[in-house]
Nanobody, 114 residues
Framework: QVHLVESGGGLVQPGGSLRLSCAAP????????MSWYRQAPGKQRELVATITRGETTVYADSVKGRFTISRDNAKKVVYLQMNSLKPEDTAVYYC????????WGQGTQVTVSS
């Protein structure tokens, strides 16, 4: 069973940066499409960014130019570098893996506040 482990969330001031990590040690990984989603209180879960096996990336309009998704196939980790964070980026961030199976991480809280 694929088990995704997320880390890197926390409290940051507006304008600050965080890097989220999602490890998938039990998976093949390099064939998988990896994505980050987020869910703010009272809102639906939304796609933030996706990276395919060929490293094609897609971003939500709200994060373009501020967030960068990347992957390290050797380490079986996907990253989300978040810069110029805004209060509206506050949410629980989830990692999603789509390959032979679809799996979700447990979520990591990101809070942007002064």
């Amino acid at each position: 069973q694929v088990h995704l482990v997320e880390s890197g969330g926390g409290l940051v001031q507006p304008g600050g940066s965080l890097r989220l990590s999602c490890a998938a040690p039990g998976s093949i990984f390099f064939i998988d499409t990896m994505s980050w989603y987020r869910q703010a209180p009272g809102k639906q879960r939304e796609l933030v960014a996706t990276i395919t096996r060929g490293e094609t990336t897609v971003y939500a309009d709200s994060v373009k130019g501020r967030f960068t998704i990347s992957r390290d196939n050797a380490k079986k980790v996907v990253y989300l570098q978040m810069n110029s964070l805004k209060p509206e980026d506050t949410a629980v961030y989830y990692c999603k893996q789509e390959g032979l199976k679809t799996s979700w991480g447990q979520g990591t809280q990101v809070t942007v506040s002064s």
